[in-house]
């Protein structure tokens, strides 16, 4: 009890992270941004993953207005961020930031500037996780997020690359692996796509039923593959 502070390697604190990763990967958007939800503390750590979350939610769920407030909320700790000798919150911010201004971007439709900011943030975050992650202080792999950005550029052969980088990062990653069905259908390649889809569905055997990310792999699988 005496060491579960406010520290970012408190059990309170790996508490708060591990329940908004689940959140995020599991797109449980209402449920992010429920008051009562995630038990937010005053400290500056937890107002920059506040506003970082409430923007991925409001992006996910296509409310562009509060989302860009929530970017601006975000926006306006760099200052106090910037004073702070933190190794995880100097480490996180600088993604967040870049990672929201590129869904910011690319909610406006400015593609090619906010592709530019999300592969950058996907490479700081995979260098960030390389160096420390046990348990990964982000919510999700952001060489997964660009992947699927690039799969909504119809891209997929940028889509494939960017799930295959995640690969080398998180192993067996669901997340990469119904990506990786969706990219190579979309090319036409049947036997990767097939590939994908029978490691996904042996890794989620006894997943419970209608996770999105996996139903999106089904779907286009039971077309194309």
């Given at each position: 009890?005496?060491?579960?502070?406010d520290?970012?390697?408190?059990?309170?604190s790996?508490?708060i992270?591990?329940?908004c990763?689940?959140?995020?990967?599991?797109?449980r958007?209402?449920?992010?941004?429920?008051?009562?939800?995630?038990p937010w503390?005053?400290?500056l750590?937890d107002k920059a993953?506040?506003?970082?979350?409430q923007?991925?939610?409001?992006f996910?769920?296509?409310?562009?207005a509060?989302?860009e407030?929530?970017?601006?909320?975000h926006?306006?700790l760099?200052?106090?961020?910037?004073t702070q000798k933190?190794?995880?919150?100097?480490?996180?911010y600088?993604?967040?930031?870049?990672e929201?201004?590129?869904r910011l971007a690319?909610a406006?439709?400015?593609?090619?500037e906010?592709?530019g900011?999300?592969?950058?943030?996907?490479?700081?975050?995979?260098?960030?996780?390389?160096q420390?992650?046990?348990?990964p202080f982000?919510?999700e792999?952001l060489?997964?997020?660009?992947?699927?950005?690039?799969?909504s550029?119809?891209?997929p052969?940028?889509?494939?690359?960017a799930f295959?980088?995640?690969?080398?990062?998180?192993h067996?990653?669901?997340?990469a692996?119904?990506?990786?069905?969706?990219?190579y259908a979309a090319q036409?390649?049947?036997?990767?796509?097939?590939?994908?889809?029978?490691?996904?569905?042996?890794?989620?055997?006894?997943?419970?039923?209608n996770?999105?990310?996996?139903?999106?792999?089904?779907?286009?699988?039971r077309?194309?593959v």
């Open positions: 009890p005496q060491s579960n502070d520290s970012p390697f408190s059990s309170h790996y508490g992270q591990a329940l990763r689940a959140l995020v990967k599991y797109e958007w209402d449920d992010l941004l429920k008051e009562d939800t995630v503390r005053d400290i750590l993953n506040k506003a970082y979350f923007a991925r939610a409001y996910a769920k296509n409310d562009l509060k989302a407030k929530a970017v601006l909320t926006a306006e760099k200052k106090e961020v910037d933190n190794f995880v919150l100097s480490s996180l600088p993604i967040q930031s870049l929201l201004k590129a690319l406006r439709g400015e593609q090619l906010g592709l900011l999300l592969a950058e943030a996907a490479q700081k975050e995979f260098d960030f996780q390389r420390y992650a046990d348990p982000y919510p792999a060489y997964n997020a660009l992947g699927e950005a690039y799969l550029a119809k891209s052969l940028l889509a494939a690359e295959e980088k995640d690969l080398t990062l998180v067996n990653d669901l997340f692996l119904s990506g990786l069905v969706r990219a036409g390649d049947e036997s990767k796509a097939q590939d994908a889809m029978a490691r996904l569905l042996y890794l989620t055997a006894d997943a419970d039923n996770v999105p990310i996996v139903e999106r792999a089904k779907e286009i699988g077309a194309h």
